[in-house]
């Protein structure tokens, strides 16, 4: 085999103009060029793309790189072409004759690297013999398994490469990690024996923060003032919200631009241009948005949303902070979103995991111990220390009885007859005046207006607690009333003391906000 270690450094250089590998890099590339199958796990940002790359070059013959991003083929192979690359796509977006004029240049080794969706490998079929192809790199890999949380169909024949391939090195990269998504991968692409690559996923530079999702459009109006000029993302469910944030914005003499799947091609790459030369300050997108831009000064990334689970999430926040410096990650939480998320959920082919990843992101958002540590752990790594950069960490709940405040909470939701939402619970408890109120009498109840000395966020941040605690429940297919549980009775007995964490005071939040 041709000693090709000499070459490593003088190739990083001259084609991606690095100096230096990133932590397992180096060690990955050797494995690819001794032919070796790997499995490279590393998130967002880290650095996948010269795992196989930078191989392509010294091996012989054409890598073939299995990519489901379609949009974005162009894209990469017009980047690697501007580095001297030798570098094409083929998918269902070409006429007949462009794609003989691949297969032709395939054949006569001409290129080092042929991006090709899925759905398009057979049309491959001519030039896929071991003389002409020298690795596979499936990119996105988690899309193989029904376990990962982006799983797609056409991602599942690819075990036939290996067969048709025998000696050629299959190198599979994601950036989801959990343990049975990388198994099932290497046991559909016939890897078993791959050599696995789990890079780091901690990203100490963004710091983390949960918020409520109450009044999220001034929160974020507030949010963005306080950064003029930096880069962000906003991501929301719908296409709708993108736009109305946006129209907020641009009230505001705010630069911002939204993206979604609604819109033709030529607007989004125009977004997408105008985000990557800091023409446009602000992106509300649909999870569309983001992958496989190459940012690095994206300063903070806003869920308006809630994810669907936290690879999801992860990755998104994996868009801030590129360079290193330090970034933002707020989540705005809300019952309603997740409400909203069971729906989508229900009646997918895979809908139990995907309900069970939904809760988990639950979980992380309720969480009252430090979120990095739920993040890392979800990817399989234990960090021993609090993280100290997220909101958990910087203000650590202090606990109170709230048994009084519990069994308010409790007994109104009692003398609702368990018929309404927490939003009526907490005006009955306040003494709101509103026709929702009124209407239906709500101002004879017994415990209507005790509670006008806690703000409507406090009452919030405390049913919520009562909620994880298992006091109360939402009947999410009954309009999400609260009902109680069996633990209700003890609370209002006064057999039970219960828990509950201060919510942050305003000053607090904005003394936080500017510490940030
Ligand atoms: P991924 O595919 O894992 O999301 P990329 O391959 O797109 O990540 O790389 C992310 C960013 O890191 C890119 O801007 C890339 O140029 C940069 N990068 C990758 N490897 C190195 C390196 N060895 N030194 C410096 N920058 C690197
Ligand atoms: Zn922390």
Not at 297 to 305: F, L, P, T
Not at 382 to 408: R, S
């Amino acid at each position: 085999m041709p000693d090709f270690q000499n070459e490593l450094y003088p190739h990083l250089k001259k084609y991606f103009g690095f100096d230096s590998f990133r932590d397992q890099q180096e060690e990955i590339v050797t494995s690819v060029l001794n032919k070796k199958d790997c499995l490279v796990i590393m998130p967002t940002g880290g650095g996948k793309s010269i795992c196989f790359q930078l191989p392509s070059l010294l091996l012989k013959g054409t890598t073939l790189v299995i990519s489901p991003l379609i949009a974005l083929m162009k894209d990469q192979v017009d980047g690697l072409k501007a580095n001297g690359i030798p570098a094409a796509f083929f998918n269902s977006s070409q006429s007949a004759e462009e794609q003989h004029k691949i297969l032709e240049s395939t054949h006569q080794g001409e290129l080092k690297l042929l991006y090709v969706a899925p759905e398009s490998l057979q049309g491959l079929s001519p030039i896929l013999k071991e003389e002409f192809i020298s690795c596979v790199a499936v990119d996105e890999a988690h899309c193989i398994s029904s376990w990962g949380h982006d799983f797609r169909p056409s991602y599942q024949q690819l075990g036939f490469l290996k067969s048709t391939l025998p000696l050629t090195p299959i190198i599979a990269l994601t950036a989801t990690a959990d343990k049975a998504t990388r198994e099932d991968i290497m046991a559909q692409l016939k890897i078993p024996r791959a050599k696995q690559f789990l890079a780091s996923f901690d990203r100490k530079n963004i710091a983390l923060e949960v918020r409520p999702a109450h009044d999220r459009v001034s929160q974020i109006l507030q949010f963005i003032k306080q950064r003029p000029n930096e880069s962000g993302i906003i991501y929301c469910l719908s296409r709708k919200s993108t736009e109305t944030l946006v129209a907020k914005f641009l009230d505001n003499g705010i630069k911002a631009a939204a993206y979604h799947a609604g819109l033709d091609f030529e607007s989004r790459n125009k977004v997408q241009e105008d985000f990557i030369f800091d023409k446009t300050q602000i992106v509300c997108a649909t999870i569309a948005f983001g992958m496989g831009i190459d940012k690095s000064n994206v300063r903070w990334v806003i869920h308006y949303n809630m994810p669907k689970n936290i690879e999801g999430y992860y990755q998104e926040i994996g868009r801030s902070g590129r360079d290193g410096l330090p970034a933002q990650a707020l989540l705005f939480h809300s019952y309603g979103d997740v409400i909203q998320l069971q729906r989508f959920a229900s009646g997918a082919t895979n809908e139990e995991v995907q309900l069970a990843k939904l809760d988990r992101m639950k979980q992380f958002s309720e969480a009252s111990t430090c979120r990095r540590k739920i993040l890392l752990s979800y990817f399989g790594e234990f960090l021993g220390e609090d993280c100290g950069n997220c909101d958990v960490c910087k203000n650590p709940p202090q606990f109170f009885d709230g048994t009084i405040i519990a069994q308010k909470i409790l007994s109104t939701i009692a003398r609702l007859k368990e018929l309404e939402a927490t939003g009526i619970v907490i005006d009955v408890l306040r003494g709101a005046q509103n026709a929702a109120v009124l209407d239906k009498n709500y101002q004879e109840i017994k415990t209507y207006g005790i509670g006008k000395d806690i703000s409507w966020n406090d009452w919030q941040h405390y049913a919520i607690q009562l909620i994880n605690q298992g006091f109360c429940e939402i009947a999410f297919h009954k309009n999400n009333v609260l009902q109680l549980t069996p633990y209700s009775k003890d609370v209002l007995f006064g057999k039970t003391r219960v828990l509950l964490s201060k919510p942050l005071k305003k000053e607090e939040r904005v003394a936080l906000e500017k510490e940030q």
